[in-house]
């Protein structure tokens, strides 16, 4: 366990017997079930003609970076992405390194109408039934964090939940084992997850590489409109951004900047 993302789900790992012991899955499902139907996720990304489909992070600090964004009003920050031309937003929950948490994504959704990505690392079927009881529209599942098998199990369920799956992959090897997942939403993330080291070239050998039927989210390290236009010179067709923005005192401005 010597690197960050091991570290991190180690953690998450950690919380879970706590979090089923005070509230036990049948009580969560219950709650899921109660929740207001998704919003499509990846039918907001496809509705998005003539601009970049940018998905906007709420994110407060990160591991690589501390802390990103002192002035932290959840309600705000997602009324500005919308008013900037976002079409879906990510809010990170994982609270040890990113400073998230479980009601940021409940007051983000009650504070406008875009789908919401839930961003944490999700290793345990419990934590897709938590996101849907907390409102999340689609979820994040990250191959270098799972085998095969634990992807294809915890895809399923999310499906059935009726969310969206972005899946996330980092070289040929996770792209390889993603495609093998029904969901069309392939994130290629330019941080490496185990070094924290960014490279725009990742998107760029690995877009190439996923077939047509699919839809390529960049993530990370997006810092500039000719970014974005960058990578979907190479085949990128959703883009995903948090400390870009957020470091902005206008989230609104500077979304809108970006997207074009
Ligand atoms: O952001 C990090 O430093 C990080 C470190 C370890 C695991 C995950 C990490 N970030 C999660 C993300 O994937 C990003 O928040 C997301 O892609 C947005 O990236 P950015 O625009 O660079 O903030």
Redesign the pocket.
């Known amino acids: 366990m010597s690197d960050?993302?091991s570290e991190?789900v180690a953690y998450k790992r950690s919380q879970l017997e706590t979090k089923k012991r005070k509230m036990p899955l049948p009580i969560l499902e219950a709650k899921a079930a109660g929740q207001q139907a998704p919003r499509g996720f990846r039918a907001a990304l496809m509705a998005v003609h003539g601009r970049h489909a940018l998905i906007g992070?709420i994110?407060k600090a990160?591991?690589?970076?501390g802390l990103?964004r002192q002035d932290f009003d959840v309600p705000k920050i997602a009324r500005a992405y919308v008013n900037g031309g976002a079409a879906c937003l990510?809010v990170?929950t994982e609270d040890k390194?990113?400073q998230g948490a479980d009601e940021n994504l409940q007051i983000a959704r009650q504070s406008m109408h875009l789908p919401i990505l839930r961003?944490d690392?999700l290793v345990d079927a419990y934590q897709i039934t938590e996101s849907r009881a907390l409102g999340a529209d689609a979820v994040?599942l990250i191959m270098a964090a799972l085998n095969s098998y634990e992807a294809r199990d915890l895809e399923m369920m999310a499906r059935d939940h009726g969310m969206d799956v972005l899946v996330?992959v980092h070289d040929e090897a996770e792209l390889e084992e993603a495609l093998k997942l029904k969901t069309p939403l392939i994130?290629i993330?330019?941080?490496d997850?185990k070094t924290?080291e960014?490279k725009l070239e990742t998107t760029e050998r690995l877009a190439r590489q996923v077939p047509g039927d699919r839809m390529v989210v960049a993530?990370?390290?997006?810092?500039s409109r000719s970014d974005l236009d960058r990578l979907k010179a190479a085949g990128a067709s959703a883009f995903?951004?948090?400390?870009?923005?957020?470091r902005q005192e206008d989230v609104g401005a500077a979304t809108k900047a970006l997207i074009g």
């Open positions: 960050t993302l991190i992070e994110k990160s591991p690589s970076k990103i990510s990170l390194w990113f961003k690392f994040l996330e994130g993330n330019n941080r997850l924290l960014v993530e990370s390290g997006l810092s995903l951004i948090g400390e870009t923005i957020m």
